[in-house]
């Protein structure tokens, strides 16, 4: 829909953010959005001109970026008179290659994200300094310098981020002309930093709640950017973690979705350390399930397993980063354990949590995989009790150690990508089909396209269609599944809960 089929600016304020990659920038996209919430903004519909158009991007995979960058340049042609800032991992990586895409004003990194309201205000005061007197500011910024007061460092309430210092073209200290080319504000992490939380908030239209209870990654990785643009591990406070609860509790969530960059790290940053395993130990019984975001396949300890399985609100979900099945290459890559650690692995999980989903990351293609490389990975994984695959083909991430090896020729990369995708397809598909019959708790998240049907997400991570009021939404349903449609189980209601 093009700006001149839209409805007109209205008196609010209005943003609309565009969200890439993992959950935890999901996290900070709804933290950001509730800090414009708090400050009388509202998201702007499909049919509205928003007044701040932001970015929060990926950089984990060279596809990542160019999807960030196309994205950029489409919203600068749909809404050439909005402010387009850009934030997240790419931002933090190159904002200099960011800050030239056309139409971006402003670009902060990870650090500056719970800065967000102070960074548009200095912005807004800086441009109100070049106005004529009395002009009036841009449109619906001003109330940003009035009540209420903007968080400083020193505030509980700041999202990740709060301190970050400026770089490249920094604010200038007084009146004056602006710099022709867009702000920067991208600071970089220090060691000891603390993790400062999103406040818990609702957010409309959402049963499941995400979070983060962890950032940051101190691995090394030999292909991974993640520990540069996400700063070294840092993790919520446990007694933190269990106020969180008790708020989500209140605000009516079934389930929470507990997310952190390298969640299996979490509490080894805290004096005396602790662990993943000691936080579930304390995570009593709540009114709504728990599911975990991806674990290290290194940080999944037999400790952590057992805390696991006495836990009654736990989703029997695991996702595990493979990357390779072939010990070579994951020594070049740098990852801590071998194909068989793993495969011991993922078959005592399967052996703890019957019927668990469980999900992979492989990585194909990285610089000196040989064919019978490859092919010890595609056995391993055909040889486990995988619920799906998320493939990525490598690519060569600027500033980490294996940027400068060389590459694997591209249709070869291609050509094993998609033989480990039909792999996935097939692990699905077959999970998909031993599940029928089976009574599963589905929890509702709203009608089906088909009337009269809901849809939800079942506890070991399948999408599910029933027949159902709409009164069942948001509620924990156990539903027996009876076939399969595509990717999705179609099931009737076994027992209201």
Same mark, same amino acid.
């Given at each position: ?19 890439f ?9 709804a ?5 414009l ?20 991007t ?52 990870n ?11 200095e ?66 992490f ?46 919520l406070?446990p ?6 609860f008790?708020?989500?509790?209140g605000?009516?969530?079934?389930e ?39 674990l290290?396949p ?41 194909? &068989?650690?793993? @495969?011991?692995?993922?078959? +005592?999980?399967?052996?703890?949590? #019957? /019927?668990?989903?469980? %999900? *992979? ?9 040989s064919a019978?490389d ?11 009790p ?5 493939v ?21 990369v ?9 792999l996935?397809q ?10 029928? &019959?089976?009574? @599963?708790?589905?929890?509702? +998240?709203?009608?089906?396209?088909? #009337? /009269?049907?809901?849809? %939800? *997400? ?39 809960t």
């Amino acid at each position: 829909m093009t700006t001149e089929n839209r409805k007109p600016k209205t008196e609010n304020r209005l943003f609309h953010i565009i969200t890439f990659g993992c959950k935890v920038n999901q996290c900070d996209s709804a933290g950001m959005a509730r800090e414009l919430s708090l400050r009388g903004w509202r998201a702007a519909t499909p049919e509205e001109i928003p007044d701040l158009v932001l970015v929060n991007t990926c950089t984990v995979t060279a596809r990542a970026d160019q999807q960030a960058r196309q994205s950029v340049r489409r919203l600068a042609r749909e809404y050439p008179e909005t402010p387009l800032w850009v934030t997240g991992c790419y931002a933090q990586r190159a904002p200099a290659e960011v800050a030239a895409l056309p139409g971006v004003q402003a670009v902060f990194g990870n650090r500056e994200k719970g800065r967000l309201a102070h960074l548009l205000s200095e912005h807004h005061r800086r441009l109100g300094a070049d106005a004529a007197p009395g002009a009036p500011g841009p449109p619906g910024w001003t109330d940003f310098l009035a009540p209420p007061a903007l968080p400083d460092s020193s505030s509980p309430l700041g999202g990740e981020g709060r301190g970050g210092g400026e770089t490249g073209n920094s604010l200038p200290s007084g009146p004056g002309p602006l710099p022709a080319e867009p702000r920067r504000w991208v600071g970089n992490f220090i060691s000891g930093e603390p993790f400062r939380p999103w406040p818990v908030h609702a957010v409309p239209g959402h049963t499941r709640a995400w979070l983060k209870i962890q950032e940051g990654c101190s691995h090394h990785c030999r292909y991974c950017i993640v520990p540069r643009v996400r700063g070294p591990r840092r993790s919520l406070d446990p007694a933190a973690v269990v106020t969180a609860f008790q708020e989500l509790a209140g605000l009516g969530y079934q389930e929470v979705v507990l997310t952190g960059v390298d969640l299996g790290q979490y509490g080894l940053d805290h004096e005396p350390p602790s662990s993943l395993a000691a936080l579930v130990r304390q995570l009593t019984k709540k009114p709504f399930r728990v599911r975990l975001s991806s674990l290290e396949p290194q940080m999944v300890t037999v400790e952590l397993l057992d805390a696991l399985a006495a836990w009654p609100d736990f989703c029997p979900h695991f996702h595990l980063p493979l990357q390779s099945g072939a010990a070579p290459v994951l020594a070049a890559m740098g990852r801590p354990y071998g194909p &068989g650690e793993f @495969r011991d692995l993922v078959r +005592e999980i399967s052996r703890r949590f #019957p /019927g668990a989903g469980l %999900g *992979l990351d492989v990585l194909v293609g990285f610089p000196g995989e040989s064919a019978e490389d490859f092919e010890a990975t595609r056995s391993l994984v055909d040889g486990l009790p995988v619920t799906y695959l998320h493939v990525f083909p490598y690519s060569p991430r600027p500033g980490t150690p294996a940027a400068d090896l060389p590459p694997l020729p591209s249709n070869v990369v291609q050509e094993r990508a998609r033989i480990m995708r039909e792999l996935g397809q097939a692990k699905k598909t077959q999970f998909l089909e031993a599940q029928l &019959g089976q009574v @599963r708790e589905v929890l509702v +998240e709203g009608p089906a396209q088909r #009337p /009269g049907w809901l849809k %939800g *997400l079942s506890d070991h991570y399948l999408r599910v269609t029933f027949p159902g009021p709409p009164a069942w939404h948001n509620c924990l349903i156990k539903v027996r599944f009876l076939a399969r449609l595509g990717e999705v189980v179609l099931g009737e209601v076994v027992a209201e809960t």
